[in-house]
């Protein structure tokens, strides 16, 4: 068992209790309609090939499955304790109210069966009106994010040590400047949309020079694809992969990786799966990334609203 996990490196998180490690990959456990495998066999399975890095969310409904995985994990010994798992999940656009955020992490740790989280992120930058998740939000719904109360409940949640660290997920540059203008606690981390298709050189540049940490998600452009998908299905990469004797998905996974950024990919493929950490002992050549350097961008995940957010981003592709 240990010369799986050993295979996967760590980074530490900046500003997280007692400089947690982050493994550079973990599964993703965001839902998909056409899975055959529970959240529950694919987890048990990932640990039994050395995954040791776990992404939920509140409002992906898996934190139950999840935490059931993490339990008989423990029963057949493929791990000796919960310290060597790193549990991440997201507070949802509802609960995204100064008052709602203790209570909500109290919640996910119950339904996790955890008495602590490694890193807790707040979603998306926006709050909704309490109640049930829905998804997409209607526009509607959506009151005034305050940041700031937000995120000093946050601060809070990791000084009472129920989480290691905190974080956020899709936030631009400037809204990432506006929460480090009044954080007492940095983010450890800010996870976001990152492919071969929508590189983020820029805020990857300004995370780095922060000292936070660049997780990826859709780093296959998988997920909410519709039609072609601009990774997967690109002769370049393709090629790239017949001459490394590597997969399309193992090219985009090592790019990410040499990037120093770290990354959630979501299969509950066995075979995929392991696939997935075999990118850690060969490299992408000078000639990769020329060609890696001329595909074309877009972002696939526009936002999580209808109708859309003009401002959500604040066009910081431009």
Not at 101 to 127: C, F, G, N, R, V
Not at 138 to 164: A, H, I, N, Y
Not at 276 to 300: P, T
């Amino acid at each position: 068992m240990g010369a799986a996990t050993a295979a996967i490196p760590e980074v530490v998180l900046e500003s997280s209790n007692g400089q947690r490690r982050m493994p550079v990959i973990g599964l993703g456990t965001a839902p998909e309609a056409t899975s055959k495998v529970s959240t529950k066999d694919a987890v048990l399975e990932a640990i039994k090939q050395g995954y040791r890095h776990f992404d939920a969310a509140s409002a992906y409904g898996v934190e139950q499955s999840l935490g059931e995985a993490i339990q008989e994990a423990l029963q057949l010994g493929l791990i000796s304790s919960r310290d060597e798992l790193f549990i991440t999940t997201k507070i949802w656009v509802t609960d995204n109210h100064p008052n709602l955020i203790l209570p909500a992490l109290q919640k996910s740790l119950k339904t996790l069966q955890l008495e602590y989280l490694d890193l807790y992120l707040i979603h998306w930058p926006i709050s909704a009106k309490p109640g049930k998740v829905t998804y997409p939000i209607e526009q509607s719904e959506l009151v005034p994010f305050d940041m700031e109360g937000v995120w000093k409940s946050m601060e809070e949640c990791q000084r009472l040590g129920l989480t290691k660290a905190i974080g956020v997920s899709n936030f631009s540059i400037k809204k990432l400047e506006k929460l480090l203008s009044f954080a007492t606690i940095p983010p450890a981390v800010n996870q976001v949309e990152v492919n071969l298709a929508f590189q983020q050189q820029k805020l990857r540049e300004f995370c780095k020079s922060k000292g936070i940490t660049v997780t990826a998600f859709s780093p296959l452009r998988k997920g909410a694809s519709r039609g072609t998908n601009m990774v997967m299905d690109n002769d370049v990469l393709k090629e790239l992969a017949d001459a490394h004797g590597k997969t399309v998905a193992q090219i985009c996974l090592r790019w990410i990786y040499e990037q120093g950024v770290t990354v959630v990919a979501k299969s509950y493929d066995k075979e995929r799966m392991k696939q997935n950490l075999e990118i850690f002992d060969w490299c992408l050549r000078e000639e990769d990334y020329k060609k890696i350097s001329e595909i074309h961008q877009d972002r696939l995940i526009k936002g999580p609203t209808k109708p859309l957010l003009n401002d959500l981003w604040d066009e910081d592709h431009h």
